[in-house]
């Protein structure tokens, strides 16, 4: 079974001051991982996923993560944040594409002026 | 990516009754999956819809309290039956696109059950 820990339930953090959001997971097979934002009263939307390759994964709005096999992480960083990135950011797991997906707990980022 | 209509988008509801949440997909997807995001929580699965089948529950959810339809490749409904307020929750609904990489949600039904 594969679990995920998102150590930070909540993260304050002063406009332009650069944010790490830490994601743990654990799994006995190889896996895929995503991270999903969640603005405000609304859904979730995919912010950037790891599938193989490059361990390095950007978003378009500034976001990146990069997968750590040793470490088993994939903690999401950004040097740089704004106003309009408060949110929660769920980190997830699966070893299927479409099966056995499993959400962390969920860290809300807040960005103050 | 595929875009998903929900609605309704949020909805008051007294305890006892139920309420059928609705699920379009702009494409065909074979899959489509039900979550419940309870207050400060993270996404806990439902259900898988199959179209042409019964839908697929998981561990603590039954098809009385959660029954679900799936009459065509695009659209599927979530019913909460007999609400309590325990059921107040955001459910959301998710398709995988057609390369299989990541779900894509709606936007989610805020459910309060007075």
């Known amino acids: 079974a594969q679990s995920v820990t998102q150590l930070d339930s909540q993260v304050p953090v002063f406009e332009e001051a650069p944010v790490e959001l830490r994601c743990n997971y654990s799994?006995?097979?190889?896996?895929?991982l995503f991270w999903y934002v969640q603005y405000p009263n609304q859904g979730l939307q995919l912010l950037l996923k790891?599938?193989?390759?490059?361990?390095l994964v950007e978003s378009i709005n500034g976001f990146e993560a990069e997968f750590n096999k040793s470490q088993t992480s994939f903690h999401l960083r950004k040097p740089s944040v704004h106003i309009s990135d408060t949110a929660e950011y769920f980190c997830?797991?699966?070893?299927?594409?479409?099966?056995?997906?499993?959400f962390g707990p969920g860290t809300r980022l807040s960005v103050l002026p | 990516s595929a875009v998903i209509s929900q609605k309704p988008s949020r909805d008051i509801c007294q305890r006892g009754t139920s309420l059928t949440i609705q699920c379009q997909v702009d494409?065909?997807?074979?899959?489509m999956f039900w979550y419940r995001q309870q207050p400060g929580q993270s996404l806990t699965l439902i259900a898988t819809?199959?179209?042409?089948?019964?839908?697929?529950?998981e561990s603590g959810f039954v098809i009385d309290k959660f029954p679900i339809s799936r009459p065509n490749l695009t659209f599927s409904t979530l019913t909460v039956s007999n609400m309590s307020p325990e059921d107040s929750s955001i459910y959301l609904c998710?398709?995988?696109?057609?390369?299989?990489?990541?779900?894509?949600f709606g936007s989610g039904t805020r459910l309060t059950v007075v």
């Open positions: 998710s398709v995988l696109p057609p390369d299989g990489v990541g779900y894509t």
């Open positions: 799994s006995s097979v190889s896996v895929y």
């Open positions: 790891y599938l193989s390759g490059s361990t």
């Open positions: 997830a797991v699966t070893n299927n594409y479409g099966q056995n997906f499993v």
């Open positions: 494409s065909q997807v074979t899959m």
């Open positions: 819809a199959n179209q042409g089948s019964e839908a697929t529950y």
